[in-house]
């Protein structure tokens, strides 16, 4: 099945190389005793094999268990389709006293009772550092199966399935919008997905719904604003137009 409507309207706060993405981590030159707030990460945990930084589910904290009833069952058994867009939020949760990584965690907890687990597949912070999102099994990489397909996640009511969810941790309806750091990661991050299933980050796509036949055309990169009405990502949606050419840059180059 396809997720329920998440709603990102104004004073509304929801929990909403380019290889082959590993699962581990690139921390080295972020130092991730500060971005934790915990002793430094084991050195095998660090690698430079990706073009970003990336937290996996344990290294940030997911408790396994919010995903769960009490009888010990997934509250949304996972379901995995072919990508076919990819697509930017911003969090707007209110979290900006909180550490990256709790804020991370709060927007699990808060997912988690309506959704079954985070709405996104990524969550990206001020300093670049990616967290992998929604749980996609132990036999492939995040946000995917071992076949290469995408877990269905809740980011978008009525057009999940095959669209990648990727959000950024603040709020960006005012002046502000993501830092250099995020926006860096974001278009490496992009660029990775992009390469791995086809997508064009410049050209427009057919989306088909492959639970509900539902058929939209919208950007192959686009932001939650090009699928329902909503101020999601801020003023991050001014910046697709050069998002999208960084993109295409990296795929080119």
């Known amino acids: 099945m396809d997720f329920p409507d998440r709603h990102d309207l104004p004073g509304t706060r929801h929990p909403a190389s380019l290889s082959p993405l590993p699962r581990r981590s690139f921390l080295g030159v972020l130092g991730a005793a500060a971005v934790l707030g915990t002793a430094a990460l084991p050195a095998a945990a660090a690698t430079s094999a990706a073009a970003y930084p990336l937290l996996t589910r344990a290294q940030w904290g997911a408790d396994e268990a919010l995903r769960h009833t009490a009888a010990g ?5 996972p379901a995995y389709y072919p ?24 927007i699990y907890r808060t997912d988690a009772a309506e959704y079954g687990d985070l709405g996104y597949h990524y ?10 999102g929604r749980w996609s099994g ?3 990489t995040p946000a995917h199966d071992a076949a290469g397909r995408l877990v269905t996640a809740a980011h978008i009511g009525g057009y999940n399935s095959g669209n990648v969810g990727i959000a950024l941790l603040g709020t960006f309806t005012t002046a502000q919008s993501a830092t250099p750091e995020a926006r860096v990661s974001l278009a490496r991050l992009l660029a990775e997905l992009a390469r791995r299933h086809g997508v064009d980050p410049l050209a427009d796509v057919v989306y088909r719904n492959p639970v509900s036949d539902v ?6 990169l686009g932001g939650h604003r090009d699928w329902a009405s909503t101020e999601c990502p801020g003023m991050l949606h001014n910046d697709l137009p050069y998002i999208r050419r960084q993109v295409a840059e990296l795929l080119a180059g």
């Open 83 to 106: 990508v076919q867009t990819l697509t930017v939020h911003h969090t707007a949760d209110g979290g900006d006293s909180l550490a990256p990584a709790a804020r991370v965690r709060a």
């Open 215 to 220: 058929v939209r055309t919208v950007p192959g």
């Open 73 to 77: 069952t997934e509250r949304w058994p």
């Open 123 to 132: 969550l990206i912070d001020a300093s670049g550092l990616v967290y992998e």
């Open 138 to 140: 132990t036999d492939g």
